[in-house]
């Protein structure tokens, strides 16, 4: 068998780090393709599988390789505490490209504009993910693959396409954009093809993205309050999209 440190090494510079049990478990569930997968204690990580995943044990059985913890630490830079990592294929541009772009949606795209939090980033995948949107589109300098914000995405990238695009790449579709001076969006059906954008957490909405916008839309807030945190403006948006339009139940 392959030295699992050696394949790690040779193969981490283009791979989607998956940093503790959950991003692994969700990357495998999602079928995502894991060359390698390290742990300090793989007993207890297949113990972990029969308890809270038991769909992705057997598959984690054949994956995982126990490697000394001074090995793990050397390999990854914040072990999680549950004490296993892999690397995983990152997903075909082009076929996420062609996933947002087929028509009809039946599930809206996800815009951040400009985000700047890799944490916040992380946690919109999550909730497009668990929402069945049919992806997240980034623009502006922050990679949405970055090891941070895959980490706090729990591996759910590989379960909606996620991309980074210009303003004038976005996938066709209505695009109703968030802002404080938009109608509230309780008086809204949002389409399934809809794009739902979002701006960055200290500057709001890009001017080009907002002369782009078809719908000006707003969050109901409690006046003097200033602003919500970029994922909970995201999870209310996505739920209302989901009680509305045609999301799947």
Not at 111 to 134: E, H, K, S, Y
Not at 215 to 225: G, N
């Amino acid at each position: 068998m392959n030295d699992p440190v050696r394949v790690w090494r040779q193969l981490r510079d283009d791979s989607v780090l998956l940093d503790g049990f959950h991003a692994l478990k969700h990357a495998v569930r999602f079928g995502a393709r894991v060359p390698v997968a390290v742990t300090t204690d793989r007993p207890a990580v297949l113990e972990l599988a029969a308890e809270l995943a038991p769909d992705v044990r057997a598959a984690l059985d054949g994956l995982l390789t126990e490697v000394p913890e001074t090995a793990f630490t050397a390999l990854v830079a914040r072990p999680h505490p549950t004490s296993v990592a892999a690397l995983a294929v990152r997903p075909s541009r082009a076929a996420n490209l062609e996933g947002l772009a087929r028509t009809p949606r039946t599930a809206p795209v996800v815009v951040l504009d400009n985000p700047r939090n890799l944490g916040n980033a992380g946690a919109v995948i999550r909730l497009a993910a668990g929402f069945g949107a049919t992806g997240v589109v980034t623009t502006g300098t922050l990679d949405p693959w970055h090891p941070t914000v895959v980490r706090g995405g729990a591996g759910l990238h590989f379960a909606t396409a996620v991309e980074r695009l210009a303003v004038d790449e976005l996938p066709a579709g209505p695009l109703f954009a968030l802002d404080p001076e938009g109608e509230d969006i309780r008086g809204t059906k949002l389409p399934d093809d809809a794009l739902l954008a979002f701006g960055s957490e200290r500057s709001g909405l890009s001017a080009e993205l907002r002369s782009r916008a078809d719908h000006l839309v707003s969050l109901p807030m409690r006046p003097q309050v200033s602003s919500y945190n970029l994922a909970t403006s995201v999870a209310m948006t996505l739920f209302h999209w989901s009680a509305t339009g045609d999301a799947p139940a």
